[in-house]
């Protein structure tokens, strides 16, 4: 056995810790690039804590997930304003906007020197500058991933810059925060939080670290995944999902991922389509499809004992087998109404082109199986 864990310098959890915002980020720097989501007016609470603690503010609207541009305009901002902390207050799209900011504030050249597969793949050279991330979404855990995702619009893909030097300085998580998410995207979010919990933990990289936070993640997602969703101010349900986001990002940052992920990297290139709603649409499929896969060819893998303990995790039935997990996945899926694929706009045609992608992306090399190129379209063809 050999394993490595590396996160945040810090983590910070609780309700109204937000208010604490300030005081943390006068401890890294004087003025801050705040990268926030669309409504930069739910930032307020935050603002008002950085001015409290003397630290400056220039507040960068990150809208929708961000691309190569947005970083390099932030970066300049950031440089023209004087900025020397990044604090990133939204979700994935924010905080993986302010992580790459706050390493090109840091490192000479393009942010294309820096990036895998479409630029030239440099290792980051400089610590960034420091960077606190605040969360208020319960899904991506990317307030201690050590990637930022960012889309290529002209080359029609996702990419990752990837460095130890983006975990975040300060990881801030305060559940109260997702209150106010809609139904919707407490629904999409969530479901990638369990993704994120159930490919780490059978994938060929697990380790007990990782284990241990994804058996705790879904138990906590299993039982209130349903009531953050059917009532956003039920406090105790946004609790156990903003730990179960956190213990995803975890996991998958010392584990890795697996087939969902690896495919919803080139849809959400390709498409329109947010994250976390492909990665809902994908889960049972991919789960269905590696079972079969590792029963056929690898009757003697220890992830089919991992699915079969994963179903037991999130039925609550300590006599579960592997496949009343999938089920569980399915009817979970249906009853927060997740759409289907072909509403971003995929279609049958694509699964080959999409499957072929997929088999080259990171996070594939992580699943418990090699799954053939029709396994993986079949896959997408059903969560059409
Ligand atoms: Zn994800």
């Known amino acids: 056995m050999r394993f490595e864990f590396a996160t945040a310098q810090r983590i910070l959890f609780g309700p109204q810790t937000v208010h604490e915002a300030g005081r943390v980020a006068a401890d890294l720097g004087r003025h801050a690039l705040v990268t926030a989501g669309r409504d930069s007016r739910r930032a307020a609470p935050l603002l008002q804590g950085l001015q409290e603690s003397g630290v400056g503010a220039t507040v960068y609207a990150i809208a929708g997930e961000p691309d190569l541009e947005t970083i390099r305009r932030g970066a300049a901002l950031a440089r023209r304003e004087g900025c020397d902390l990044v604090v990133g207050f939204g979700g994935g799209s924010a905080l993986d906007a302010g992580k790459a900011i706050a390493a090109m504030m840091a490192n000479e050249g393009d942010l294309l020197d820096y990036i895998e597969i479409i630029g030239r793949g440099r290792a980051l050279a ?32 996702k990419v990752s810059l990837r460095s130890p030097f983006l975990l975040p300085s300060v990881a801030l998580v305060d559940p109260e925060l ?8 407490t629904a999409s979010t969530g479901l990638d939080a369990l993704t994120q919990l159930i490919e780490p933990y059978t994938c060929l990289r697990a380790n007990p670290v990782t284990d241990s936070l994804c058996e705790e993640g879904m138990r906590r997602a299993a039982r209130s995944l349903r009531p953050a969703f059917a009532n956003g101010r039920d406090d105790a349900a946004r609790q156990d999902m903003a730990l179960a986001s956190l213990f995803g990002g975890l996991a998958l940052a010392n584990a890795g991922l697996g087939a969902v992920h690896g495919l919803a990297g080139p849809i959400g290139g390709m498409f329109p389509a947010p994250h976390g709603a492909v990665c809902a649409a994908l889960l049972p499929g991919v789960m269905r499809a590696n079972l079969r896969a590792l029963r056929l060819r690898q009757p003697g893998s220890p992830a089919l004992a991992r699915y079969q303990t994963v179903a037991r995790l ?17 009817s979970l899926v249906s009853d927060l109404q997740i759409s289907g694929l072909g509403r ?41």
């Open 344 to 384: 971003y706009g995929v279609k049958k045609e694509n699964a080959a082109e999409l499957a072929a992608k997929a088999a080259q992306a990171s996070s594939m090399k992580a699943n418990p199986i090699v799954l053939t190129p029709a396994e993986l379209s079949a896959v997408l063809e059903q969560a059409l």
């Open 314 to 330: 999130l039925t609550g039935n300590p006599q579960a087998g592997a496949d009343e997990g999938v089920d569980w996945v399915r």
């Open 126 to 157: 400089k610590p960034s500058a420091p960077f606190l991330a605040i969360p208020t979404t319960a899904g991506t855990g990317s307030e201690v991933t050590r990637n930022a995702v960012l889309a290529s619009p002209e080359h029609r893909v």
């Open 178 to 185: 997702t209150r106010d998410l809609p139904p919707a995207l």
